[in-house]
């Protein structure tokens, strides 16, 4: 079993920056590509981003490709997402999760999903 945790959501000005933060912890923690979604009210949850296990490849929606870089530190079981220059459109929760397997943008193709982080984006 895995557990991930996310954290450092938060309130920001438009043109801003936050860094997200999903810290693994569980047996098999560290075996897994991992990815970030976000799930806006009324919306569907959203690919973001997905970062292999051990390549560390890394994959990005149009939405955010050149404004938001995942990685990873796999020493410390966290995976981060650094979101630039951040739009009130960016306004969601965000969530990381484990791929277990199928296609990496795809929601389905994710397992153990952390309780999300809310990040709000003022004009």
């Known amino acids: 079993q895995v557990q991930l945790v996310e954290s450092g959501g938060g309130l920001v000005q438009a043109g801003g920056s936050l860094r997200l933060a999903c810290a693994a912890s569980?047996?098999?923690?560290?075996?897994?590509?991992m990815g970030w979604f976000r799930q806006a009210p009324g919306k569907e949850r959203e690919f973001l981003a997905t970062?292999?296990?051990?390549?560390?490849?890394?994959y990005y929606a149009d939405s955010v490709k050149g404004r938001f870089t995942i990685s990873r530190d796999n020493a410390k079981n966290t995976v981060y997402l650094q979101m630039n220059s951040l739009k009130p459109e960016d306004t969601a929760v965000y969530y990381c999760?484990?791929?277990?397997?199928?296609?990496?943008?795809?929601?389905?193709?994710?397992?153990?999903w952390g309780q999300g982080t809310q990040v709000t984006v003022s004009s």
């Open positions: 970062i292999t296990l051990m390549r560390g490849t890394t």
């Open positions: 569980g047996r098999t923690a560290s075996s897994y590509s």
């Open positions: 999760a484990a791929l277990l397997s199928g296609a990496y943008s795809e929601p389905r193709s994710y397992g153990y």
